[in-house]
């Protein structure tokens, strides 16, 4: 089985510009979330979606975006850069509603954004 | 107050010795789930393993255990026999609440394990 795929991998991006991020779940996982880890404030919850909609939100500006489609591959934008958005950004997925006991959350590889 | 506690920034241990990386959480949810990652210098967030807060007995899988003491609210993971690829940063994270409800992740600071043959 597959897992989760995150593209790209890297990207470089200057301030104010704005950046996509793409994320396919594990086959079969329709809850999808993102993370933000900086060196500084370590791994950050951005959002999560479930079933194409927004079901948590983290502490994030209004600049992060996201939306999931019907396969559930899902996408982040980041509108207007600044430097401080460099960061590692992570996707996680998993099976919901859970069918054993046992709950996964399976990250991606991750994308390396970095501001210039 | 943070959610996630790993008071230990960094550990040396040597090959094929048993290690502990100490997890401390606070939640009033009595639903909740812990988990541990393995971070290495890859990036990748690989999965290791989950206690959920009503599981009756530790979590296990393969060389990795979950030293799960929920009065003290403690999740310690216990690594045997360890290798040098387990050279790598260590996360605990919590889901409060039941996953149907949401599947957001609080995570500790991460410790840092050295493996040294």
């Known amino acids: 089985k597959a897992g989760v795929t995150q593209t790209p991998r890297y990207l470089i991006k200057t301030r104010g510009q704005q950046v996509t991020l793409s994320c396919s779940p594990i086959s079969g996982h329709r809850s999808v979330s993102w993370y933000q880890q900086t060196p500084g404030q370590g791994l950050q919850f951005l959002f999560e979606?479930?079933?194409?909609?927004?079901?948590n939100k983290g502490n994030f500006p209004g600049r992060f975006s996201g939306r999931q489609f019907s396969n559930s591959r899902s996408e982040m934008n980041v509108s207007t850069l600044e430097l401080g958005d460099s960061a590692l950004y992570l996707c996680?997925?998993?099976?919901?509603?859970?069918?054993?006991?046992?709950?996964?959350?399976?990250f991606g590889p991750g994308t390396r954004l970095t501001v210039l | 107050a943070q959610k996630i506690t790993q008071t230990q920034p960094g550990m040396f241990v040597q090959e094929k010795e048993a290690v502990t990386l100490d997890c401390t959480y606070d939640t009033s949810d009595p639903s909740y789930g812990l988990f541990w990652y393995k971070q290495p210098s890859s990036g990748e967030m690989i999965f290791l393993i989950y206690q959920g807060s009503y599981d009756q007995q530790n979590a296990t899988e393969g060389r990795y255990s979950l030293n799960f003491q929920k009065a003290r609210k403690s999740a310690n993971l216990v690594i045997s026999a360890s290798q040098l690829g387990d050279s790598a940063m260590y996360f605990c994270?919590?889901?409060?609440?039941?996953?149907?409800?949401?599947?957001?992740?609080?995570f500790g600071g991460g410790t840092r394990l050295m493996v040294k043959p």
């Open positions: 979606y479930f079933s194409e909609t927004q079901r």
């Open positions: 996680a997925s998993s099976l919901v509603p859970r069918t054993s006991g046992k709950d996964e959350q399976f």
């Open positions: 994270a919590m889901r409060e609440g039941t996953n149907n409800a949401g599947n957001m992740l609080t």
